[in-house]
């Protein structure tokens, strides 16, 4: 019985595997073909040869690289100051007492049922108010808090940072900040972890609202200079794959540098708790 159960998860596990795996090898695969290639039939599911002309051709009518920095800082500023701001908010939430305490929870989670779309068009009003349409400021200071981050960190912070421990702070003489920065924070690293990648990956990949404020070329970001290889009348889609894959691939250098250190704070967050 229990080598039957042992084969079953494993089979479990390998069909979750191929499944979560296959549509980053068909995306590898499509860059590689022609665009007639991609619509022949039956499906090639190997690679072709390809590759190196469709990311040429990508290169020759886009920005990419100027796209690509412009990315990473706009992912990078928003991730930091998400992290900050929100691990405050959360912290705070989780273990302080102070007038209105519940009702600006719930208010915060009642934003969070909102879609994102409806904040759109007041929003745009806002930054052209303030004179930041084309900005790289109205990309990164609008998301610089979240209310999925806060109610994500309170939560975590709730059950992990001991009341105990900030009262000994106190007691040493700690301020409400040196209690969030040295202690509280370094407790809060797995969920921290988790908040930067998802903020990090949303960043990256946002397309809507970068291509509604933005108005620059030499400011696009990778999602909105890759819409431009869209043509009018007919799309190369190999083409256009090509520079989806070179927009993926970062995310999976990044995930590969970082995974370590992810894994070992969830482990740790997962003893202490």
């Known amino acids: 019985m229990a080598i039957r159960k042992s084969i079953l998860l494993y089979f479990g596990l390998i069909v979750g595997l191929i499944i979560s795996v296959f549509p980053f090898y068909w995306l590898v695969v499509m860059s590689t073909r ?10 090639k599911f190997w690679f ?12 020759q009518n886009i920005d990419f690289f100027g796209a690509f ?16 701001f929100d691990s405050l908010a959360g912290y705070t939430f989780a273990k302080f007492k102070f007038p209105g305490k519940k009702w600006l929870f719930v208010l915060l989670l009642a934003t969070m049922m909102a879609p994102a779309q409806l904040s759109l068009v007041p929003s745009f009003v ?16 609008p998301g610089m808090a979240n209310a999925f981050g806060i109610f994500w960190i309170r939560q975590y912070a709730e059950e992990s940072v001991p009341t105990e421990l900030l009262d000994a702070g106190r007691i040493d ?7 969030y920065w040295n202690v509280a924070l370094p407790i809060l690293r797995p969920a921290l972890s988790f908040l930067g ?10 397309y809507l609202w970068p291509l509604i ?14 819409s431009s290889l869209n043509g009018i009348y007919t799309t190369d889609y190999s083409m256009v794959i090509a520079g ?30």
Not at 173 to 179: E, H, N
Not at 259 to 273: H, N, R, T
């Open 197 to 206: 990648a998802f903020t990090f990956i949303g960043a990256w990949n946002d």
């Open 244 to 273: 989806t894959l070179l927009a993926v691939v970062p995310l999976i250098i990044l995930f590969l540098f970082v995974s370590k250190q992810f894994i070992s704070d969830i482990a740790a967050g997962a003893i202490k708790s």
């Open 213 to 226: 404020i933005l108005n620059d070329e030499s400011k696009f970001t990778l999602q909105v200079a890759l």
């Open 173 to 179: 003489g700690c301020g409400f900040f040196r209690l």
């Open 126 to 141: 806002i930054m052209a108010k303030f004179g930041w349409v084309g900005t790289f400021k109205a990309l990164i200071i």
């Open 34 to 43: 022609t665009t007639a290639e991609i619509y022949s039939f039956p499906p």
């Open 69 to 84: 920095l412009n990315t990473l800082f706009v992912a990078g500023c928003s991730t930091v100051l998400v992290l900050f």
């Open 48 to 59: 072709g040869t390809h590759l190196i002309d469709n990311i040429s051709r990508v290169l």
